[in-house]
T-cell receptor
């Protein structure tokens, strides 16, 4: 079946601009995650959605970053007043509903490579 | 101290070699442990979970030592197709849910003909 998809695959923008990154999770997956991967680093957690609500946004670096998932499926990560330091690959992942006792595998999308000039 | 630390690498090995990756984690409350593989400019994919009893999947063997907070991955008879970055990943229970993945920086492996 179809995996996690992300659009655009590449985004080049200028410092100070606003960008939106889209994630389409695997159909039926209720949990959705955003991670950011800088060059030479592993992915870093940004935010986790269970259904429509952000259950944990503790990884968002500052208030320029915001994410929504209004209908519990597609999610959009929004970055205001972009800075050069925001340049990274933004990865989205989805999984079956997480539980207290078990871990459900997170399946990653191909990512959006954001470059802020 | 970083939550998950890995051998910095890179590793360059000939085909057929055995290669070992090491990883330590700092959060003793960590519950689940994994190795992910990431090909160049691709997304990370789960390679295998790691259990205290040790587990094997073909040429790949993973070990976990909870007392030492240490995780390892051994690849035997390495193939050209094993060339990738290997990410050590730890999952900690947070707010009653078992979802938050913490990744190491990754170790790049290149297998040469």
């Amino acid at each position: 079946g179809a995996g996690v998809s992300q659009t655009p695959s590449n985004k080049v923008t200028e410092k100070g601009k606003y960008v939106e990154l889209r994630c389409d999770p695997i159909s039926g997956h209720t949990a959705l995650y955003w991670y950011r991967q800088s060059l030479g680093q592993g992915p870093e957690f940004l935010i986790y959605f269970q259904g429509t609500g952000a259950a944990d946004d503790s990884g968002l670096p500052n208030d320029r970053f915001f994410a929504v998932r209004p209908e519990g499926s597609v999610s959009t990560l929004k970055i205001q007043r972009t800075e050069r330091g925001d340049s990274a690959v933004y990865l989205c992942a989805s999984s079956d509903r997480t539980g207290e006792a078990s871990y459900n595998e997170q399946f990653f999308g191909p990512g959006t490579r954001l470059t802020v000039l | 101290r970083k939550e998950v630390e890995q051998d910095p690498g890179p590793f360059n090995v000939p085909e057929g070699a055995t290669v070992a990756f090491n990883c330590t984690y700092s959060n003793s409350a960590s519950q689940s442990f994994f190795w992910y593989r990431q090909d160049c400019r691709k997304e990370p994919k789960l390679l295998m979970s790691v259990y205290s009893s040790g587990n094997e999947d073909g040429r790949f063997t993973a070990q976990l030592n909870r007392a030492s907070q240490y995780i390892s991955l051994l690849i035997r008879d390495s193939k050209l197709s094993d060339s990738a970055t290997y990410l050590c990943v730890v999952n900690s229970v947070s707010g009653g849910s078992n979802y938050k993945l913490t990744f190491g920086k990754g170790t790049l492996l290149t297998v040469n003909p």
